[in-house]
Nanobody, 122 residues
Framework: QVQLVESGGGLVQAGGSLRLSCTAS????????MGWFRQAPGKEREFAAA????????NYADSVKGRFTISRDNAKNTVYLQMNSLKPEDTAVYYC???????????????WGQGTQVTVSS
């Protein structure tokens, strides 16, 4: 089973940027679709972005499109989420996950990290 560890969260002012990282253990990272999800207080976890195993294909939730960029470095077993123009409504715990299909729903992902907190102040 792949172990995932997220990092890079923190407190930032509205309009600022953060880059999240998710590093995976194991030698099969490059075979997985990778996704980022987020869960705001009192809300269900929602899809944010996903990237295919090669990095050639990406998908974004409408709420982050144009502001967030997902990328990966298979040599480093790491997937990134560059978040720009952050808004208070982006405040959430951000989770990375491995999947087999590039889908926008939780059912497509099986291994999950513990999450990293992102807080955007107004």
């Amino acid at each position: 089973q792949v172990q995932l560890v997220e990092s890079g969260g923190g407190l930032v002012q509205a309009g600022g940027s953060l880059r999240l990282s998710c590093t995976a253990s194991g030698r099969t990272f490059s075979s997985y679709v990778m996704g980022w999800f987020r869960q705001a207080p009192g809300k269900e976890r929602e899809f944010a972005a996903a990237i295919s195993w090669s990095g050639a294909n990406t998908n974004y939730a409408d709420s982050v499109k144009g502001r967030f960029t997902i990328s990966r470095d298979n040599a480093k077993n790491t997937v990134y989420l560059q978040m720009n123009s952050l808004k208070p409504e982006d405040t959430a715990v951000y989770y990375c996950a491995t999947g087999r299909v590039l889908v926008l729903a939780e059912w497509g992902y099986d291994n999950w990290g513990q999450g990293t907190q992102v807080t955007v102040s107004s």
